[in-house]
């Protein structure tokens, strides 16, 4: 079974379209991310939700905004796409918390969604 | 904040070399540390994570790192790589008791047959 799974994998759209990609996770986890990877690898978080609640707001353009019906699901909506949204996004999810007194935090991520906007 | 540095942008290896990537942060206090691969096309995987305890960490597929604090590094090692070992490899850094991750910028790695 797939832990952190998104769809799609794939989404070719125009400049000015509004588009959804959905991630859900398997793992019982309580934190979910949404990283961005642009075209030089570079990998930058962008959104977290902790139980539904928004805990990481990173510097994001209001077009773009996530949506966390349960703990299990993180979707992003992206409205008015410029080319400059083109690069991969990649859903996390994460267990965390303290353990013999050591605070420990390990992300599992998605397969990512390659968005290309035209 | 904090970050977190990755030296070598490129590295290209002949099949059987040995490998050292380096990687150091900018954060004073407890850490988590791990070091992910990506594959060309695919997702993250997690090589290896440090948490507490032995500083040197065995990883998945021959991989090791060894934390040292008083260098805030946590440096990616492997005797001798093969060509499927090809591939971005990113070094990452959450502060203990916080839950951002942050990202090196990568390396890519290339083995020569």
């Known amino acids: 079974d797939t832990a952190v799974s998104q769809t799609p994998k794939y989404l070719v759209t125009q400049m000015g379209n509004d588009k959804s990609i959905k991630c859900e996770q398997n793992?019982?986890?309580?934190?979910m991310y949404w990283y961005k990877q642009d075209s030089k690898k570079f990998l930058k978080i962008m959104f977290s939700y902790n139980n539904k609640e928004l805990i990481i707001n990173e510097t994001v353009p209001n077009r773009f905004s996530p949506k966390s019906p349960d703990k299990a699901h993180l979707n992003l909506h992206i409205n008015s796409l410029e080319l400059g949204d083109s690069a991969v996004y990649f859903c996390?999810?994460?267990?965390?918390?303290?353990?013999?007194?050591?605070?420990?935090?390990?992300?599992?991520f998605g397969p990512g969604t390659r968005l290309t906007v035209l | 904040a904090q970050s977190v540095s990755q030296h070598n942008h490129h590295v290209i290896l002949s099949e059987a070399a040995s490998l050292e990537l380096g990687c150091n942060y900018s954060y004073g206090g407890t850490v988590n540390l791990f070091w992910y691969v990506q594959y060309p096309g695919q997702h993250l995987q997690l090589l290896l994570k440090?948490?507490?305890?032995?500083?040197l960490v065995k990883g998945i597929k021959g991989f090791e790192a060894e934390f040292i604090k008083s260098k805030f590094s946590f440096n990616l090692r492997k005797p001798s790589v093969q060509w499927s070992d090809t591939a971005e490899y990113f070094c990452?850094?959450?502060?203990?008791?916080?839950?951002?991750?942050?990202f090196g910028i990568g390396t890519k790695l290339q083995v020569i047959p």
């Open positions: 440090y948490f507490s305890g032995d500083p």
């Open positions: 990452a850094v959450t502060p203990g008791g916080y839950q951002k991750v942050t």
């Open positions: 996390a999810s994460s267990t965390h918390g303290t353990s013999g007194g050591t605070y420990y935090n390990e992300q599992f």
């Open positions: 793992l019982g986890h309580d934190t």
